[in-house]
């Protein structure tokens, strides 16, 4: 059996649109570059980027929240910082990630997409090689494309991919595999990477990744079905390397 990367992707700003890579660089103990780099504050957090530290989700514009934010297609370009949002092929504002007073148009537009209005007005956040992850340990997640297939399988209805927002999809393992991977070391081409831990899932995977509709209740899929909540691992980089699609997954020989 032969498990491989079948793609790689990167969030730049917490809670939209997801950027497909053919490969990136990873670097020890960090996440990817660029993931969940900027979040957009939906009321005072607090959040010093001097000092960044994690926060609890609750305090930024997220899909958990505000699924409708699935609809908006943003697009960021990490060389020149250019950033745009779209609706439905729609222009609907223009800004630079690296330049925040661009962005003013942009955050209103994503604001005024929110059903439910914001506590404060929009602020972009952003601290130097800190990411906005869930976890207070910043890391990569990895999604079994095979889980995903034998989820759906269960319920009797498509599930995208899309809707775990990983970092790594595989595929050539068996459903589930991924959770006895936990606290053991596996590769990704050349790079190593500790397992942390399976990763539990909210209502943010409820939200059509087109749509923004919330037309799935998958955590109680997961507990109906295998007593559980969880879909996907935490991955921690034991160094630096590259990843590119199509590199073999190789496993702990005891797996």
């Given at each position: 059996?032969?498990?491989?990367?079948?793609?790689?992707?990167?969030?730049?700003?917490?809670?939209?649109?997801?950027?497909?890579?053919?490969?990136?660089?990873?670097?020890?103990?960090?996440?990817?570059?660029?993931?969940?780099?900027?979040?957009?504050?939906?009321?005072?957090?607090?959040?010093?980027?001097?000092?960044?530290?994690?926060?609890?989700?609750?305090?930024?514009?997220?899909?958990?929240?505000?699924?409708?934010?699935?609809?908006?297609?943003?697009?960021?370009?990490?060389?020149?910082?250019?950033?745009?949002?779209?609706?439905?092929?729609?222009?609907?504002?223009?800004?630079?990630?690296?330049?925040?007073?661009?962005?003013?148009?942009?955050?209103?537009?994503?604001?005024?997409?929110?059903?439910?209005?914001?506590?404060?007005?929009?602020?972009?956040?952003?601290?130097?090689?800190?990411?906005?992850?869930?976890?207070?340990?910043?890391?990569?997640?990895?999604?079994?494309?095979?889980?995903?297939?034998?989820?759906?399988?269960?319920?009797?209805?498509?599930?995208?991919?899309?809707?775990?927002?990983?970092?790594?999809?595989?595929?050539?393992?068996?459903?589930?595999?991924?959770?006895?991977?936990?606290?053991?070391?596996?590769?990704?081409?050349?790079?190593?990477?500790?397992?942390?831990?399976?990763?539990k899932r909210c209502a943010a995977t409820n939200a059509n990744p087109t749509t923004g509709e919330r037309d799935r209740n998958i955590p109680k899929a997961l507990m109906d079905h295998y007593g559980h909540t969880?879909?996907?691992?935490?991955?921690?980089?034991?160094?630096?390397?590259?990843?590119?699609?199509?590199?073999?997954?190789?496993?702990?020989?005891?797996?």
């Amino acid at each position: 059996m032969t498990i491989t990367l079948a793609s790689i992707y990167r969030y730049p700003i917490k809670g939209f649109t997801g950027q497909k890579l053919e490969k990136a660089a990873i670097t020890k103990g960090k996440p990817l570059a660029w993931d969940r780099a900027f979040a957009i504050e939906n009321g005072d957090s607090g959040f010093d980027p001097a000092a960044p530290a994690h926060l609890p989700k609750i305090h930024f514009l997220m899909l958990m929240k505000q699924p409708e934010l699935a609809n908006l297609i943003t697009q960021f370009d990490d060389v020149t910082g250019a950033f745009s949002v779209q609706q439905h092929g729609t222009l609907l504002a223009e800004g630079n990630l690296f330049a925040p007073d661009s962005m003013q148009a942009a955050l209103q537009v994503m604001a005024g997409h929110c059903k439910k209005p914001m506590r404060g007005s929009p602020r972009l956040l952003h601290a130097s090689e800190f990411a906005f992850t869930d976890s207070r340990t910043q890391d990569l997640s990895l999604i079994n494309l095979a889980s995903v297939s034998d989820l759906e399988a269960k319920i009797g209805n498509d599930i995208d991919p899309m809707r775990f927002r990983g970092n790594l999809y595989i595929e050539g393992a068996a459903p589930w595999q991924e959770h006895d991977w936990v606290d053991k070391t596996i590769e990704v081409g050349a790079v190593s990477f500790q397992v942390r831990k399976r990763t539990k899932r909210c209502a943010a995977t409820n939200a059509n990744p087109t749509t923004g509709e919330r037309d799935r209740n998958i955590p109680k899929a997961l507990m109906d079905h295998y007593g559980h909540t969880d879909c996907g691992i935490h991955l921690m980089p034991l160094g630096d390397g590259a990843l590119t699609i199509g590199d073999r997954i190789t496993l702990p020989q005891n797996t």
